[in-house]
């Protein structure tokens, strides 16, 4: 492969994106901005929560990585990507927008992704299928503030690896999916959005909201979740077969940096 050829994106049916929490510390801008420059797709679906409209009430952060993203997606959405755009609960505010297109991104409530072998996913961010968002409003804002404090534990953390030369790793995923009644309530979302694909008579589901990117099997349903861009930097991006993967963008960034040449030492003249 010549140097021209590695430097060319990688191309893709569909890529699937959420939870990114644009206005929040916790935001991996820089990894995403570097994805959305190293991969390319037809269609691309933000699938909620994109923008953090519950920490930018309390406190405004908007650095110009931030507004880099903004400004890629609506760069690709000009030269023909087709975005689609479904609102999460962090981002409730657009949903009044739906059947709306703004700048060539169209807003919408949920769509149905059809891949190139026939099958039709619903794509949704998931939040309806959480109870405390849904039933204990002031829970989900405190469950976000301690979140919120995880997140700023995570950033020094991995302030610290960097200085260690070592690469991002999310000490918040790895404490979170090691308490059980957090890996119970991933189960238990996990199963009720594949029932409500089962209920709608589609093949499969694409969903965010609880930070977990997963592709598996429920029951006959495929269950995909694309994950998230303060934790684990992932995304679900489909084949022009109609396979869908999840992709790991900070462990995809630690492998190519891994194979980076060194740098010639200078030797002292004696």
């Given amino acids: ?11 893709h049916r569909a890529i699937f994106l959420s939870d ?21 797709s ?6 909620g929560d994109i923008v953090d409209g519950w920490r ?3 406190w405004w952060y908007w650095p110009q990585a931030h507004n880099d993203v903004v400004q890629k997606i609506m760069r690709k959405a000009r030269k023909g ?3 689609v755009y479904i609102p999460g609960n962090h981002d409730e505010a657009a949903r009044q927008y739906c059947q709306l297109t703004f700048g ?8 149905i992704h059809e891949t190139p072998d026939g099958r039709k996913l619903l794509v949704i961010h998931g939040d309806q299928f959480d109870g405390i968002v849904r039933y204990a409003r002031w829970l989900a804002i405190l469950g976000d503030w301690a979140y919120a404090a ?17 690469p991002y790793w999310s000490l918040s995923a790895f404490l979170k999916h090691r308490v059980k009644n957090a890996v119970q309530f991933i189960n238990d979302y996990e199963n009720a959005v594949a029932s409500e694909a089962r209920r709608r008579g589609v093949d499969g589901v694409v969903c965010g909201h609880i930070h977990h990117a997963e592709t598996r099997m429920i029951d006959g349903v495929l269950y995909c979740n694309d994950g998230d861009w303060v934790e684990s930097c992932t ?15 900070a462990d995809e960034v630690a492998r190519r940096e891994s194979r980076l040449p060194l740098a010639p030492v200078q030797l002292a003249a004696e």
């Fill in 1 to 11: 492969m010549t140097p021209r050829e590695r430097n060319q994106p990688a191309r």
């Fill in 20 to 40: 990114i929490h644009l206005g929040t510390r916790g935001c991996q801008a820089e990894l995403l901005l570097d994805f959305l420059r190293k991969n390319e």
């Fill in 42 to 47: 037809e269609h691309l679906y933000l699938v």
């Fill in 56 to 58: 930018l009430k309390r």
């Fill in 81 to 83: 990507t087709n975005v």
């Fill in 104 to 111: 060539d991104v169209r807003v919408e409530n949920e769509a």
């Fill in 150 to 166: 995880a997140l700023r534990l995570n950033t020094i953390f991995n302030w610290g690896r960097r200085k260690l030369g070592l």
């Fill in 235 to 249: 995304a679900l991006v489909e084949d022009f077969d109609g396979r869908l993967r999840i992709v790991h963008w």
